[in-house]
Structures are given as C-alpha cells and as structure tokens.
C-alpha cells in the first residue's frame, strides 16, 4: 500500500524558531529574523532567475567588479535585492558583497548587530546556458567592543555563526548552518516556502567524484586506489559544492603560476563552505575538511575583504589524499 501524503511539513522559518527556543533566554530573535530576511532575498534572486530570459535580464550590466569579473544584469540586481534586504531587516550592522567595492556600514537607525559577507550570484558565467547559479552568505556578530567597521568581518570563518547558500536549479534548495549540523530547505512555489528537505546532511567519509578545473587537476586524478575518479565540474561553486555535500568526493580551485592565491574569494566564497563542509560531518567521526593545502581555511585571518585563496574541501579521506601533495619536503 503506497504511503499517505505528507500533512506535516516543517519550513525554514519554523526550524530555525524551534532551534532558537531550544537556546532560551540566550536568544533575542535577531538571527532568526536575519535568517527570514535572507530566506526572502533568495525567493526574489529565484524568481528573477527563472524569468531572466523572459524579462531581458541576461546579458551584461557594463561594469566590472573589484575582482575583475564584468558585471552580468543578474548579479548586479542580486546584489541590489541582497543589500535592500538586509539594511531594510534592521538586523545588520556591516555588510560585504562580490560586487560592492567597500563594505556598507549601515547607518544607525537601520543598525543591527549582525554582519552579513555575500556572494550575491555565484556562478554567473552559467546564467547564460540556463546551469545552475546560487547565492552564498556567511554571518557573523558584531565584536563586542565593534565600531561598526570591516574589522568586525576581518575575522577567522570559524567566527561565524552561520552560513549558507541558495541554489537555484530545477529547484530552488538553501542548505543552512547555525552551528549545529547542516539542513537543507527546497523552496515549494505554491507555498512560498522552504521545506526541510535534507535534515542533517552528512558527507560520505570517501566519494567518487572530483571536481576541478582540468588543468589544475594532474596530480590528484588518479588515487594510490587505482579506481579512476568521475569527473565532475560545473563551475558554480554553490552547484559543485551541494554536490560534493550530498555525494562525496572533492571539490577543489587551488592556485596556479596565473592566480597566485587561487580565484574563489575567502570571506563569501571560501568561508561560507567551508563551515558548511566541516558542520555537515558534525557527527560523522570522520568529517568533512576544507583546506587551502597546508592550512584549515576557518582559521585564516582575512586582510581585506575580496582577498582570495586556494580551496579543496569534501569527504575527508580525499581531501587527505590530496593533502598529502602538500606536505612541505622535509
Ligand atoms: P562568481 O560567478 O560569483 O564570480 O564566482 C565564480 C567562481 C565560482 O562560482 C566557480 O567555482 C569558479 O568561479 C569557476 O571558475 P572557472 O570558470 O575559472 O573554472
Ligand atoms: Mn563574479
Ligand atoms: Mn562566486
Ligand atoms: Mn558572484
């Protein structure tokens, strides 16, 4: 006999409130509403993504961002909907986006004590061909004796106290952490919600995919195994780094003679996955890694806010593989 359908379902919103109960006294609601302003910017990126070819919303803005990336239409108006959202919650106090320049110190009456580093349109080189794109965030609180400046998101990533992404593929899927285990919400149109899809996601110990630019790839293509790798490389962050979540495996853009510190950016690239890769192993003895090669990435003490570095994360044993590349010679 075929199951009845599901009458109970639980939303983002409802799953963060109950995570917040359970904090007590400790929590003000501030993060949650942070959260429900985050959850409504990735509703309105989604619906602006599914239209784009429909509302003349591909193609290029004309500018080009601190990165040297050209801007696209979609990533300019992501990020327009991202600071809106944010300064409009009440909740933020500085903010640091791909393609703004300098951070946003927001002004007093709209201050918050919460920062928020993001990655408005990841994958933007995708939009075009209709593959998957997303959007990247990590969150920190201000310091205790803040100012209100980029110091208070100079910090290490394992100083966040959340951080996720939003893909939008043939479902809209945000993939959160707040410090306990990782959850993934997909987004029911009808509903206008996020439902708990993907409670507490794990990464396997060892997968069987890797994920990296070609020619960055010669000296981890073929494991002391034998058994060959698939490749798999789609070239959003947010898209290859779900799937190494869900599959295993590893996911890597280490740097070369051209990009010194490699190209993804440390604070809303970098950071951001790497706490989820390290949270989705939580209970797994043998957990997730990030690594730039030789060093944890959550413990890097960013110097200015589009710094870069090198990144390989996923199941443990790979990226142990991998690491053993770069074990300086003794
Ligand atoms: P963004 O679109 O936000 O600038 O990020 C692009 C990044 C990331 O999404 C992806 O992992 C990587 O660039 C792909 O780079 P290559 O095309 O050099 O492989
Ligand atoms: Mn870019
Ligand atoms: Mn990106
Ligand atoms: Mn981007």
Redesign the pocket.
């Known amino acids: 006999m075929e199951a009845a359908p599901s009458s109970e379902i639980i939303t983002l919103t409802r799953h963060v409130l109950h995570d917040q109960m359970r904090l007590g006294a400790a929590a003000t609601g501030d993060l949650t509403l942070l959260l429900t302003a985050i959850q409504v910017t990735s509703k309105f990126i989604a619906t602006n993504v599914r239209k784009a070819r429909l509302i003349n919303l591909i193609g290029v803005a004309g500018d080009t961002?601190v990165?040297g990336?050209e801007q696209k239409k979609l990533?300019v108006l992501s990020n327009d909907i991202m600071v809106n959202s944010l300064r409009a919650s009440g909740r933020t106090a500085v903010l640091v986006s791909?393609e703004l320049e300098d951070a946003i110190i927001i002004e007093e009456k709209n201050r918050g004590r919460y920062c928020v580093v993001f990655?408005p349109?990841?994958?933007?080189?995708?939009i075009d061909a209709g593959v998957n794109?997303g959007t990247?965030f990590g969150i920190y609180k201000v310091l205790s004796d803040s100012k209100c400046s980029v110091e208070d998101v100079l910090r290490p990533g394992s100083e966040m106290v959340a951080a996720g992404y939003t893909m939008y593929g043939s479902s809209a899927n945000l993939v959160l952490s707040t410090g306990s285990g990782v959850n993934g919400y997909t987004l029911d149109a009808a509903l206008g919600e996020f439902i708990l899809t993907h409670p507490d996601i794990q990464i396997p110990p060892r997968g069987k995919i890797y994920s990296f630019?070609e020619g960055n790839s010669i000296s981890i293509k073929y494991p002391a195994s034998g058994k060959p790798y698939s490749a798999r490389?789609?070239?959003?962050?947010?898209a290859?780094v779900h799937r190494t979540l869900l599959y295993g495996g590893i996911f890597g853009?280490p740097d070369d003679k051209k990009s010194k510190s490699g190209?993804?950016r440390l604070l809303y690239?970098a950071f951001p996955m790497a706490f989820l890769t390290e949270q989705a192993s939580s209970t797994f003895k043998a957990g997730g890694i990030a690594t730039t090669g030789t060093k944890r990435i959550l413990d890097i003490v960013p110097k200015s806010i589009h710094e870069r570095c090198s990144v390989f994360l996923g199941s443990k044993e790979d990226v142990q593989d991998l690491m053993k590349f770069y074990t300086p010679a003794k």
């Open positions: 961002n990165s990336d990533d791909e990655d349109l990841d994958g933007s080189s995708n794109i990247i630019n490389y789609i070239g959003s962050m947010v290859d853009y190209k993804l690239e």
